[in-house]
C-alpha cells in the first residue's frame, strides 16, 4: 500500500520567513494531494499535482511534484500566522484504485 | 457554492445509543466520502459512494451504516458505538469518483462515545 512520509512532523517559524515542507512516497506517485487542516476542523484542498515536474502556485503557497525521487515538496514564502495549521498530503493508495491515503501531517506554527 | 456542510458539529452518545450524522453538498458532486480521523492522525477512508451507490467500504465494523439517499445527502447511522469509535468524523465529495478530483471536505461532526 502507498506509504507517505511527511517531513518535518512539526514546524515553528517566525513571520516573515520562508519554509518547505516534504512529502516522499514509498511508490509511484500518480496523482499527489495538498490539504491543510485546522485543529478540529476539515481539510482545505490547497493544490493537486499530477504529472512529474509540474508545479502549481496560489498565493504565497507553492507545490512541485518530483516522480522520479517519489516526492512532492510545499513551499510557502514570507510566512504569516493565518498560515498555521497542520499540512497533509494525500496521494492515491495503489494504482487504480482511487482510494486517497494520507501522510501524517506537519504542524506548522507561526509565530508573529 | 464550494460548501460541503455536516451537522450535528458535535456529538456524544452512549453505547446503547443511535444517532445519525449528516453531510450535504450542493455542488453537483456524484461521489461522497467518509472518513475517520483520530487526534493528531491522518483521516483514514470508510465509505465511498459514487452515483448514489456504495462504491468502497474499507472493511468498516457493521455499527457504521452508511446511506446516500440522494445525489446531495449522505447520512452515517451509528449503533451500539464503543468508546474507541470517538473521533472526527469527516465528510468529502468529488465531482465523480476518482483520484483526478480533488475532495472537498466539510467541518466534520467531533464524536464522543461514553
Known amino acids: 500500500s502507498q506509504e507517505l512520509e511527511q517531513s518535518p512532523q512539526s514546524l515553528i517559524v517566525q513571520e516573515g520567513k520562508n519554509l518547505t515542507i516534504n512529502c516522499t512516497s514509498s511508490?509511484?506517485?500518480?496523482?499527489l494531494y495538498w490539504y491543510k487542516q485546522k485543529y478540529g476542523e476539515g481539510l482545505i484542498f490547497l493544490m493537486m499535482?499530477?504529472?512529474?515536474?509540474e508545479e502549481k502556485s496560489h498565493e504565497k503557497i507553492t507545490a512541485k511534484l518530483d516522480e522520479k525521487k517519489q516526492q512532492s515538496s510545499l513551499h510557502i514564502t514570507a510566512s504569516q500566522p493565518s498560515h498555521a495549521g497542520i499540512y497533509l498530503c494525500?496521494?492515491?493508495?495503489?494504482?487504480?484504485?482511487?482510494?486517497?491515503?494520507f501522510g501524517k501531517g506537519t504542524k506548522l506554527t507561526v509565530n508573529p | 457554492d464550494t460548501e460541503v456542510t455536516q451537522t450535528p458539529k458535535h456529538l456524544v452518545m452512549g453505547m446503547t445509543n443511535k444517532k445519525s450524522l449528516k453531510c450535504e453538498q450542493h455542488?453537483?458532486?456524484?461521489?461522497m466520502y467518509w472518513y475517520k480521523q483520530k487526534a493528531k492522525k491522518p483521516p483514514e477512508l470508510m465509505f465511498v459512494?459514487?452515483?448514489?451507490?456504495?462504491?468502497i467500504n474499507e472493511s468498516v465494523p457493521s455499527r457504521f451504516s452508511p446511506e446516500c439517499p440522494n445525489s446531495s445527502l449522505l447520512n452515517l447511522h451509528l449503533h451500539a458505538l464503543q468508546p474507541e469509535d470517538s473521533a472526527l468524523y469527516l465528510c468529502?465529495?468529488?465531482?465523480?469518483?476518482?483520484?483526478?478530483?480533488?475532495?472537498?471536505f466539510g467541518p466534520g461532526t467531533r464524536l464522543t462515545v461514553t
Open positions: 468529502a465529495s468529488s465531482r465523480i469518483q476518482g483520484i483526478s478530483y480533488e475532495q472537498y
Open positions: 511508490k509511484t506517485l500518480y496523482g
Open positions: 499535482l499530477q504529472k512529474g515536474g
Open positions: 494525500g496521494a492515491e493508495r495503489q494504482g487504480g484504485s482511487e482510494k486517497l491515503v
Open positions: 455542488m453537483g458532486h456524484r461521489a
Open positions: 459512494y459514487s452515483y448514489e451507490k456504495l462504491s
